[in-house]
């Protein structure tokens, strides 16, 4: 029987912390027929001894790279699988058989992906909620809304089966080009991913989402100012972070190599995409006494502004006002995607 799924999980825990992880997500993949692809950096020399051949399910690869990203990435282009899915080495992965599978194997071109049940859990207090949704619109644009609706502000759908192909062209793309690679880019690249197609529900799959970085108010902004410096980016950066999620999707839809034709994403960059850009841009400049001095100015040029590329170029300009050299790291950003 052929699989169709491989499950990666870029794992940086030791063998005590990781062990729900990576114990769950093997007892998953061995019940449909998956593949889990553990890259491991931890450094804990009991951890590759425990898991290494213990199951044909399982690809394990120790000494994996040092950082998040490159780890990330040493697991995804492991996958020789038509689907796969993303998983923190915090988090789990179940099923609920009351619920039939998405056959993979058939299911139409025309989608993008799955989403499975999410379960949002805190170790000391279980459970807080589940969300389980389709994304079922017709164009990039209205899937975009969708989600933006649907999600609630809860970006867990990142950590859905997504078809290989284009999701590794985005985070291929994304690794070799974005400025700051930065894990705070998580949401601009689920909107990418989830307009790109359909998207099914399949409530047998339960992934269960580990929210400690999430669970208070000190606990968020101490997770994205991690998110923040880890990128080198300075704690004020949080401003301009509106604004650059709409600009990064802008280069994501126009790639040359990517999911759209000229046309579709012609019409997305002056619709959707717009409007998430002009609210990052209003929300500048609405904190305008928390931004460098000129950005607010800069930014009320730019909601003006009805180009989009011009728009763009606007933005690039405010994000140097931030961090000297973003300007010119977005301009070959967004020439990148020309390419």
């Known amino acids: 029987m052929n699989r169709h799924l491989s499950v990666y ?4 825990r030791n063998l005590e912390r990781s062990y729900g992880a990576i114990a769950t997500a093997l007892a998953f993949c061995e019940s449909r027929n998956a593949t889990l692809i ?3 950096n931890s450094g804990d020399p009991e951890k590759p001894r425990f898991w290494q051949g213990r199951s044909e399910a399982l690809q394990y690869l120790e000494n994996g790279p040092p950082t998040a990203l490159s780890n990330a ?3 995804m282009r492991k996958v020789e699988t038509p689907f796969l ?3 923190g080495d915090d988090d789990e992965l179940g099923i609920d058989a009351a619920h039939t599978p998405v056959d993979l194997a058939s299911l139409d071109e025309n989608y993008v992906g799955v989403r499975p ?3 949002i859990f805190l170790p000391d207090r279980g459970s807080l909620l589940s969300r389980s949704f389709s994304i079922d619109s017709e164009t990039p644009g209205m899937r975009l809304r969708e989600y933006v609706m649907k999600s609630d502000g809860d970006n867990t759908g990142y950590y859905s ?11 291929e793309f994304f690794a070799a080009h974005h400025p700051t690679r930065g894990a705070y880019c998580d949401w601009q690249l689920a909107f990418a991913l989830f307009s790109f197609g359909k998207v099914a529900s399949d409530p047998s ?3 269960r989402y580990n929210a400690s970085g999430w669970a208070s108010a000190e606990a968020i902004a101490a997770t994205n100012l991690k998110s923040y410096t880890e990128a080198g980016l300075p704690q004020h950066f949080e401003r301009c972070w509106l604004l650059l999620r709409g600009m990064d999707l802008h280069v994501f839809v126009c790639r040359r190599s990517g999911e759209f034709p000229v046309g579709v994403a012609n019409t997305l960059l002056a619709g959707e995409v717009g409007d998430l850009t002009d609210y990052g841009l209003a929300d500048i400049v609405r904190n305008a006494e928390n931004c460098p001095p000129g950005a607010a100015d800069m930014a009320q040029k730019a909601l003006k502004e009805r180009n989009p590329t011009v728009k763009y170029l606007i933005g690039a300009g405010i994000a ?5 050299g973003l300007k010119v790291a977005y301009i070959n950003f967004l020439k990148a995607a020309a390419r």
């Open 205 to 207: 799959v339960v992934f």
């Open 38 to 40: 553990v890259s491991d």
């Open 85 to 87: 899915m993303p998983i």
């Open 9 to 12: 999980m870029p794992s940086n």
């Open 73 to 75: 990435l040493n697991a």
């Open 117 to 119: 049940l999410t379960d």
């Open 161 to 171: 089966i997504f078809r290989t192909r284009p999701y590794r062209s985005l985070i």
């Open 320 to 324: 140097e006002l931030f961090v000297p």
